[in-house]
């Protein structure tokens, strides 16, 4: 099995670690393909995102990597684009379309920083409405996708983040599924991979990983492609509960990812 991890991140965000460290951690785990993907400049939150000078640098060291460690891994130039950051002014080798913030009424708060932070953001902003939460998540996620050249949709029901057991909301509920398929009816149309993302898991906060079964299964069946990432902060985390999630697939008779390679994304068993 080849792995490969498009949703990578580095001191240049929020990761741990700098470039050349989390290439060589990939390389010791047997990676054959790497995709950096730090978080674009956002306008309402700095503290995990690029600075506009520090992105200028990130695409340089990247592109400096591929070329240094070209008979090791392939390296691929990516990034993270928030909702709240201005359409990307260079050509990515591909962009990873998610949302982390929700604001309303000149208050921003946090999606998925803490269970603590996000009952503030459902209470205050949506006076404890989990359900007008997850509509204007979604919703918010759809805009993304469309206002980018997205190539993968990241961390698809990030709001379920702190829910492991149904603390927060019902998630097989028919309130919560009907908000889910109107926004993946809109979505599908376009074609766009979806990411398959161990992240939480790592974590410690989930036992699956995103997108839940329900989703996997709508997306594939709209001829949607699927890539596996661990969403990696730490070098320690490269392939998280990878073999677990290709397992998990592959009971639900999902056979392929994608893979980026010079003719773009193309799916391998």
């Known amino acids: 099995m080849q792995y490969h991890n498009f949703h990578t991140h580095s001191i240049y965000s929020d990761g741990k670690y700098t470039l050349r460290e989390m290439t060589d951690a990939a390389i010791e785990k ?20 690029m600075t506009t000078e520090g992105e200028r640098s990130y695409r340089k060291k990247v592109r400096a990597l591929s070329e ?20 990307p002014d260079f050509d990515y080798d591909y962009i990873i379309s998610s949302v982390h913030e929700m604001a309303r009424r000149g208050v921003s708060l946090p999606i998925d920083s803490s269970p603590e932070l996000q009952k503030k953001l459902v209470d205050e902003l949506f006076y404890g409405s989990t359900d007008d939460f997850a509509k204007a998540y979604f919703e918010k996620v759809a805009d993304n996708v469309a206002r980018n050249r997205t190539d993968i949709i990241g961390h698809f029901d990030l709001v379920t983040k702190f829910n492991e057991g149904g603390k927060m909301f019902d998630e097989n ?14 979505l599908v149309i376009s074609k766009p991979i979806f990411e398959v993302n161990t992240g939480a898991m790592t974590r410690g906060y989930r036992t699956r990983p995103y997108p839940a079964d329900f989703i996997l299964d709508y997306v594939s069946v709209h001829g949607c492609g699927l890539v596996l990432t661990s969403d990696c902060h730490k070098k320690a985390l490269f392939g998280g509960f990878f073999d677990e999630t290709e397992k998990r697939l592959r009971e639900r008779g999902l056979n392929n990812i994608f893979v980026l390679t010079s003719k773009g994304f193309i799916p391998v068993k």
């Open 30 to 49: 047997g990676f054959t393909n790497l995709g950096f993907s730090d978080h674009s400049n956002n306008r309402v939150e700095s503290y995990y995102c």
């Open 68 to 87: 240094e460690y070209a008979d090791r891994i392939k390296i691929h130039l990516g990034v993270e684009q928030d909702s709240e950051s201005e359409i």
């Open 173 to 186: 509920s028919d309130a919560y599924k009907k908000i889910v398929y109107q926004t993946l009816e809109e």
